[in-house]
């Protein structure tokens, strides 16, 4: 199978999308996601979201690179690495991520509010960090 052509213009439009929840999350502080069910709410969906795109980022890149398109979201994570767009190790974090936001999806009512806590505390580091690494390999494309 031949790959697809990359479009980096999707790319760059998810990966801003991603900046924008990024600082939303951030403005947001931390709070105490068991006391306020609203934030709890935007929280979640944020992180889902979030994850959502960093799929598609990595789906698009990995059926582009590789002629092949990932059977689960921890496949496109793990796919991005094998094709050097990401390092092992942010797609390790990642996977994670994908755990969570599958909790999130899947068991929402016996959701444990303090992980979710810690992954939004964690979520603009991580993300940012993936963004600004998709967005180098990018720029060293063209």
Avoid at 30 to 38: C, H, S
Avoid at 67 to 84: D, I, L, M
């Amino acid at each position: 199978m031949t790959p697809c052509d990359l479009d980096a213009d999707v790319v760059l439009a998810r990966l801003a999308h991603l900046d924008e929840l990024m600082r939303i999350l951030t403005d947001m502080g931390r709070p105490t996601l068991a006391g306020d069910p609203v934030a709890r709410l935007a929280t979640e969906r944020i992180l889902s979201q979030s994850v959502e795109i960093v799929v598609d980022i990595c789906s698009h890149v990995m059926a582009t690179q590789s002629g092949r398109a990932p059977a689960t979201y921890r496949e496109a994570v793990e796919g991005a690495a094998s094709v050097g767009v990401i390092p092992p190790e942010t797609a390790a974090d990642l996977g994670r991520a994908v755990g969570m936001r599958n909790i999130l999806v899947h068991e929402y009512l016996a959701v444990d509010v303090t992980l979710v806590e810690r992954a939004a505390a964690d979520a603009p580091e991580l993300l940012g960090d993936f963004g600004r690494t998709v967005a180098g390999w990018l720029e060293a494309r063209r």
